[in-house]
T-cell receptor
Framework: GDSVTQMEGPVTLSEEAFLTINCTYTATGYPSLFWYVQYPGEGLQLLLKATKADDKGSNKGFEATYRKETTSFHLEKGSVQVSDSAVYFCALTDGSSNTGKLIFGQGTTLQVKP | DGGITQSPKYLFRKEGQNVTLSCEQNLNHDAMYWYRQDPGQGLRLIYYSQIVNDFQKGDIAEGYSVSREKKESFPLTVTSAQKNPTAFYLC??????????????FGPGTRLTVL
């Protein structure tokens, strides 16, 4: 079945450092890809999305490109802030069952130190 | 403001008791979902519903039940049959269930602890 694999955390960076969180996927069909962010004790918020190959999603300085050839959707930000500390989830729509449900990676914790 | 509300934020339950978690949305979304989140793991789907009076089991439905009597409401009951119910429960909704383009919007979650 479809699956998502994220790099293990925690990822610890200093403020203004460059961020990359790797995400690779296995899927049948043509899924849409998403990055969600979860701050402590809260629900998930959509950060960005891409619906087809070579699409780039971007929001709040974060960006990710849908790479079909490498089945990847890596999250990047040029300069992180302390306020970016959170858990980041990569997800895809379940194309194999056509139910619209999301399949999530295990999440990557980002800690940004001042 | 439109959104999804979940109540209560924290819930404590004794072993052997059923408990119901509330989820309400005023986004006029057709589809609603319940996920369970455990530490260090991604979200796992419990149940989902695409229209009123219809719902399907997700990946970990055993020990849970739901109802969808109104479009805006999708309560989840954690029964005494659920072996390890302590977790963070998240409700979500989306515009169109069968479209692969429509993202899901999440509520703030309910943290259930079994004493």
């Amino acid at each position: 079945g479809d699956s998502v694999t994220q790099m293990e955390g925690p990822v610890t960076l200093s403020e203004e450092a460059f961020l990359t969180i790797n995400c690779t996927y296995t899927a049948t069909g043509y899924p849409s890809l998403f990055w969600y962010v979860q701050y402590p004790g809260e629900g998930l918020q959509l950060l960005l999305k891409a619906t087809k190959a070579d699409d780039k999603g971007s929001n709040k300085g974060f960006e990710a490109t849908y790479r079909k050839e490498t089945t990847s959707f890596h999250l990047e930000k040029g300069s992180v802030q302390v306020s970016d500390s959170a858990v980041y989830f990569c997800a895809l729509t379940d194309g194999s069952s056509n139910t619209g449900k999301l399949i999530f990676g295990q999440g990557t914790t980002l800690q940004v130190k001042p | 403001d439109g959104g999804i509300t979940q109540s209560p934020k924290y819930l404590f339950r004794k072993e052997g008791q059923n408990v119901t978690l509330s989820c309400e949305q005023n986004l006029n979304h057709d589809a609603m979902y319940w996920y369970r989140q455990d530490p260090g793991q991604g979200l796992r789907l419990i149940y989902y519903s695409q229209i009123v009076n219809d719902f399907q089991k997700g990946d970990i439905a055993e020990g849970y039940s739901v109802s969808r009597e109104k479009k805006e409401s999708f309560p989840l009951t954690v029964t005494s049959a659920q072996k390890n119910p302590t977790a963070f429960y998240l409700c979500a909704s989306s515009i169109q269930h069968r479209s692969s383009y429509n993202e899901q919007f999440f509520g703030p979650g309910t943290r259930l602890t079994v004493l």
